[in-house]
């Protein structure tokens, strides 16, 4: 098995896009647009750049990770997914019980220490830990090299590459619509509907989180060959 052009850049980036719409990826980027809620249009472009290159950054570490040690990543990203979905859930059971003022008190203080930079590079590394089901072709070739003997450098680096590309793909609608005025004023239309809409936006957050949960414990996800 090798990588080509087709694995190493096609496939990562059709996936990638196809996996920006999927459950588990849907709860990240609600909670990121949220995060840019108020901020200048520059600002919002900026760090949601940042964001996006963080994530495709840690998300192709974790690419080449899964080439090298092979089937004991699959249990890290299950983990992952319980992890995020027990996120997700939570946060959906504060605005449910009308807790969000609480929410905002006690995380709020610590975004604002990580504003800018820091706040999107921690946002980037944290939902880097979620990879999104439709990536298990790219996942299966990986695995694949580790069960044949182990995986060379050259392995290693494209599995970095080809998550990596998938990763960055995956936050492209978002610094897309950054990028773009009308956009960006969806994006606060959409992060105030949370505030404006506590029950509904709880009821998506639980629901997401539940999704997630169940697919880290019950999914079928690829095995080494």
């Known amino acids: 098995m090798e990588f080509g052009l087709f694995n190493l850049l096609v496939l990562p980036v059709g996936l990638g896009l196809f996996g920006f719409i999927e459950p588990c990826s849907i709860g990240s980027s609600l909670i990121f647009i949220k995060y840019l809620e108020g901020k200048p249009g520059a600002q919002k472009l900026s760090e949601t750049v940042l964001f996006a290159l963080t994530r495709a950054l840690f998300i192709g570490g ?3 990770a899964a080439a090298f040690v092979g089937a004991a990543f699959v249990g890290f990203q299950r983990g992952a997914w319980i992890v995020l979905g027990a996120g997700y859930a939570a946060i959906g059971i504060l605005y449910l019980v009308g807790r969000a003022g609480f929410l905002m008190r ?68 978002l610094v897309a619509a950054a990028a773009y005025g009308p956009a960006r004023r969806l994006l606060d239309r959409l992060a105030a509907l949370a505030g404006r809409m506590p029950f509904w936006a709880g009821i998506v957050l639980v629901a997401l989180g539940l999704w997630s949960i169940w697919f880290g414990i019950f999914a079928a996800l690829p095995a080494p060959a």
């Open 62 to 64: 974790l690419g080449a």
């Open 106 to 173: 006690t995380i709020g203080p610590r975004l604002t220490e990580l504003n800018g930079a820091r706040g999107s590079v921690g946002l980037g590394l944290i939902f880097g830990l979620n990879i999104p089901a439709c990536a298990a072709p790219l996942l299966l070739v990986l695995l694949g090299f580790a069960s044949a003997g182990g995986a060379s450098g050259n392995e290693v680096f494209g599995g970095f590459v080809s998550l990596g590309v998938f990763g960055l793909a995956l936050s492209l609608p």
